[in-house]
T-cell receptor, first 112, second 114 residues
Framework: SQQGEEDPQALSIQEGENATMNCSYK?????LQWYRQNSGRGLVHLIL?????REKHSGRLRVTLDTSKKSSSLLITASRAADTASYFC????????????FGTGTQLKVEL | ETGVTQSPTHLIKTRGQQVTLRCSSQ?????VSWYQQALGQGPQFIFQ???????GRGNFPPRFSGLQFPNYSSELNVNALELDDSALYLC?????????????FGSGTQLSVL
């Protein structure tokens, strides 16, 4: 079963704009990770945020985590056409080893 | 490129048949996980192997089985294929660190069951 929901399901923006995706989850977690998937192929790890962290940056990516609301957001700044992909959040639940439980994903389309 | 390779890339089988999917881990990784991704969904955890032993299993029936070899490569076997087994099967390798492991995914095997 999926751990949580992602919102929106699909997002279409113009190049240069910022893209924000949200993820909600259901149980206590050790960490939350964001992955990118191009055209239904392999997933690429983008960023990991631990349960005791509130915000993390990596290049044009900014991730926030609110454990009280069981939610996270991924912000991609100054988007490019090459950012077009599906984005998934995945959680490692407390006591869950390193098993990832994925959300339903957000399809991002960045238009020129 | 993650260094994780899967074969074959595409496969077509008929209902009731058996299939074996293969995965070569990234060099230095001792853990392999398998995920099933149905169309339009997020990946779902099938099972994980650590040093050749099954180390966690998701909500999949026993007809889904696996192996991990001494070189840490892995196989996923599915018996008595059903139409709902049609999906992208993803393999991911990692190095067991105890916390904050990052998974490296292969490009997947697209299985179609007719």
């Amino acid at each position: 079963s999926q751990q949580g929901e992602e919102d929106p399901q699909a997002l279409s923006i113009q190049e240069g704009e910022n893209a924000t995706m949200n993820c909600s989850y259901k149980t206590s977690i050790n960490n939350l990770q964001w992955y990118r998937q191009n055209s239904g192929r392999g997933l690429v790890h983008l960023i990991l945020i631990r349960s005791n962290e509130r915000e993390k940056h990596s290049g044009r990516l900014r991730v926030t985590l609110d454990t009280s609301k069981k939610s996270s957001s991924l912000l991609i700044t100054a988007s490019r056409a090459a950012d077009t992909a599906s984005y998934f959040c995945a959680t490692v639940m407390t006591g869950g080893g390193n098993k990832l439980t994925f959300g339903t994903g957000t399809q991002l389309k960045v238009e020129l | 490129e993650t260094g994780v390779t899967q074969s074959p890339t595409h496969l077509i089988k008929t209902r009731g048949q058996q299939v074996t999917l293969r995965c070569s881990s990234q060099s230095g990784h001792n853990t392999v996980s398998w995920y099933q991704q149905a169309l339009g969904q997020g990946p779902q955890f099938i099972f994980q192997y650590y040093r050749e032993e099954e180390n966690g299993r998701g909500n999949f029936p026993p007809r889904f089985s696996g192996l991990q070899f001494p070189n840490y490569s892995s196989e996923l076997n599915v018996n008595a294929l059903e139409l709902d087994d049609s999906a992208l099967y993803l393999c991911a390798s990692s190095q067991r660190t105890g916390r904050d492991e990052k998974l490296f995914f292969g490009s997947g095997t697209q299985l179609s069951v007719l």
